[in-house]
Nanobody, 118 residues
Framework: QVQLQESGPGLVKPSQTLSLTCTVS??????????WTWIRQPPGKGLEWMGS???????YYSPSLKSRTAISRDTSKNQFTLQLSSVTPEDTAVYYC??????????WGQGTQVTVSS
């Protein structure tokens, strides 16, 4: 069974870059037909899809975040990362990494709280 675990700082200052890593175990991020995804949930709001990196390495981003978002991967470590630049307090959220295949999110990380504050 695939397991995902987010890691990264819980506090980021405004204007800085938020960086999170998702470590995947129990399966390879290069397995065909899967999308490795970042999703966030601001306090009191719903889930927001931020972007994905496909097993091929192609990336896809939310139009509203595209200018500030970069998703990359390290296949040797079976990890993928999120970088969100120029953060503001509105980027405060619980950040999740997830595996999507056949239209379904079949595996999720436990989520990590990131607060943007000076």
């Amino acid at each position: 069974q695939v397991q995902l675990q987010e890691s990264g700082p819980g506090l980021v200052k405004p204007s800085q870059t938020l960086s999170l890593t998702c470590t995947v175990s129990g399966g390879s991020i290069t397995t065909n037909s899967y999308y490795w995804t970042w999703i966030r949930q601001p306090p009191g709001k719903g889930l927001e899809w931020m972007g994905s990196i496909a097993s091929s390495g192609s990336t896809y981003y939310s139009p509203s975040l595209k200018s500030r978002t970069a998703i990359s991967r390290d296949t040797s470590k079976n990890q993928f990362t999120l970088q969100l630049s120029s953060v503001t307090p509105e980027d405060t959220a619980v950040y999740y990494c997830a595996k999507r295949g056949a239209g379904l999110y079949s595996s999720w990380g436990q989520g990590t709280q990131v607060t943007v504050s000076s």
